[in-house]
């Protein structure tokens, strides 16, 4: 069955759908710097991959998955100097997500998941207190699987383990799974590897990819990437964000 893309559907068909037994799948992503090599929103096309990807794996368990469109504005301050980057402030990233998910509730729709790609610090710090805010509203549950967690890191690649998991190998490969055409293969097959981690600098107080040591807004092995790679990172992330589904349905039925 293809993904149902919410923004497709006319209203009616929403209305028509075995709303009770949906689940909303919301893309977040981010426009910001990624390297000379990948596009301003590659963690959009990530975190829709991943919802898309995950979408499938629900409908086979006879829920209704429905991806949203991504949110692809937000808090983007490490990456705020290079031309492009959008950035918002924490706060305003809280109340859309808050103000998406009341929406949602109003609608009818039981539970929201969050496929999120994009790991600034602040972008992080907002979407978990957006989902704390809706949880202590009880609307609307919601799956959030908090990849910067130390336990679902771990089912990831070593790079992205090792902290420098910006538009590196890990983020490359996933770009290479789900838009090789949006990869500049001849800058990033040239690109020396920068394996520099941004967790690392963060602990030391640095606020920018330039104070971390990426002039070029890259980490990682850029040239290390492969569509293999992506793919079964994306088949690990689906089936994390699945998890996090049925571990909320399951606490919606007691
Ligand atoms: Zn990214």
């Known amino acids: 069955m293809p993904v149902l893309r919410m923004a497709e559907l006319p209203w009616t068909e929403l209305a028509a759908l075995e709303r ?5 799948l919301l893309p977040v992503g981010a426009i910001e710097a990624h390297g000379p090599h990948l596009p301003l929103g ?4 990530i975190a829709e991959a991943m ?20 949110l692809a504005y937000t808090a983007a301050p490490f990456a705020a100097a290079f031309p492009g980057t ?8 809280t109340a859309l997500l808050v103000e998406v998910g009341q929406s949602l509730a109003a609608a009818g729709l039981p539970l ?8 600034d610090p602040t972008h992080v710090h907002a979407l978990r207190t957006a989902v704390e805010e809706l949880g202590r509203e009880g609307k609307i549950a919601v799956a959030f699987p908090d990849l910067t967690r130390r336990a679902l890191a771990a089912r990831l690649t070593d790079e992205f383990q090792s902290g420098a998991c910006h538009a590196g190998r890990y983020e490359g490969s996933l770009v290479l799974a789900s838009r090789p055409d949006l990869v500049r293969e001849d800058v990033r097959r040239k690109l020396p590897p920068h394996p520099i981690s941004l967790t690392a600098a963060m602990r030391e107080g640095k606020t920018t990819f330039a104070e971390a040591g990426g002039p070029e807004a890259y980490f990682g092995d850029p040239a290390a990437a492969s569509r293999e790679e992506g793919e079964a990172t994306l088949d ?4 994390i964000l699945e998890e996090a589904v049925l571990a909320e349905l399951d606490k919606m039925r007691f």
């Open 20 to 24: 009770e037994r949906s689940v909303a």
């Open 42 to 45: 590659t963690d959009c096309v």
């Open 51 to 70: 919802a898309a990807a995950a979408a499938e794996r629900l409908d086979r368990r006879g829920l209704t998955a429905l991806v949203l469109p991504a």
């Open 86 to 93: 959008v950035s918002l402030s924490a706060a305003t990233v």
């Open 112 to 119: 929201l998941a969050i496929a999120n790609a994009h790991f």
């Open 236 to 239: 690990a992330l689906a089936a």
